[in-house]
């Protein structure tokens, strides 16, 4: 059995891991990619998706989305923690596929309705495209199996702002129409993420056994490496988008609670996700709206990067 998926993206060299692994894993169904802004710009991860799937020898169906959020103005890349490149800055190979037509919200919609009950959203960068999705066809909310997005903090505190996740805060109105939307959801942040840590050594043999795409996601693991013992005093980093993986194929690894989720949208705490325990009565009823999600709490971090190596490593 596998699991039809489209991964929503922004890559960025956390991204790259987690589409060698959508790649590689025999569990897993590619549909398609769909890319957004975030790490870098349209343009750059619309190149980086193709470019990711030409390494990992497979022709996979990209569709350009979102170039800027859907209210707020557009934040600069962190071309500080990614590079320029969303790669490290490594010089990369050319491409010789191109995306489709078609846009990313189209494909999505499309995809979903084509076969219904089955599709599972992954999303790992900022929510534009499963925003305008829902706003396409709102019976989406009926139709995917699951949405999975990496993003958000609940007890964690933010990594942009003292509250605010990356992927929430570049476009918090499109992740509270996702987020706060009646369908099946799982959060996958910060207070799972920051559990893991992709170390070197990891790194290492998920290199050798990578090919052509182990010398990419090597090498812009170096520049990513760099800025997390500068910014956390790690050695190695946090294989954010990978989790979400981890999670649909593995979720024992994790520890969750339900609840309904709320996305500030202005002022101070922008971009913070607030989830309000299905386990307890509030004053007010806007915190227990009938929509309500599964939320990552924790993580087994050893067991979730032993899982991403064995899977980047199988076979060799």
Not at 17 to 39: K, R, S, V, W
Not at 199 to 222: C, N, T
Not at 276 to 285: H, I, K, M
Request: proline share 7%; charged share 15%.
């Amino acid at each position: 059995m596998t699991t039809p998926i489209i991964f929503d993206t922004d890559p960025g060299v956390d991204d790259a891991q987690a589409i060698a692994i959508a790649l590689a894993h025999p569990e897993i169904e590619l549909l398609g990619m769909t890319t957004t802004f975030g790490n870098v710009t349209i343009e750059v991860a619309t190149h980086n998706a193709l470019l990711l799937a030409e390494l990992g020898g497979q022709k996979i169906p990209v569709a350009q989305g979102a170039a800027t959020p859907m209210v707020k103005p557009k934040n600069p890349p962190p071309g500080h923690i990614h590079g320029d490149n969303g790669l490290g800055n490594i010089a990369l190979p050319d491409i010789s596929t191109q995306a489709l037509a078609q846009s990313a919200p189209q494909f999505i919609v499309e995809q979903v309705n084509a076969r219904p009950g089955e599709v599972v959203l992954v999303a790992v960068g900022p929510l534009g495209n499963l925003a305008a999705a829902l706003q396409l066809d709102p019976s989406l909310v009926d139709k995917v199996k699951q949405v999975v997005v990496m993003g958000g903090s609940i007890r964690e505190g933010g990594n942009v702002t003292p509250v605010a996740e990356a992927n929430i805060f570049n476009d918090p109105h499109a992740a509270k129409a996702v987020l706060e939307a009646r369908w099946p959801l799982t959060l996958v942040g910060l207070d799972a993420t920051h559990r893991c840590v992709l170390d070197p050594d990891s790194m290492a043999r998920i290199v050798e056994a990578q090919g052509k795409l182990g010398r990419v996601l090597g090498e812009s693991y170096a520049f990513y490496r760099a800025f997390y013992q500068q910014a956390l005093g790690i050695d190695g980093c946090c294989p954010h988008d990978s989790c979400a993986l981890a999670w649909l194929l593995r979720p024992e690894l994790f520890t969750t609670t339900r609840g309904t989720l709320s996305v500030v949208t202005e002022g101070l705490a922008e971009g913070q996700t607030i989830l309000a325990p299905q386990t307890r009565e509030f004053v007010d009823a806007r915190w227990t709206r009938d929509a309500t999600a599964e939320v990552c709490m924790n993580a087994d971090g050893a067991a979730v990067v032993e899982w991403i190596v064995e899977t980047l490593t199988a076979g060799t």
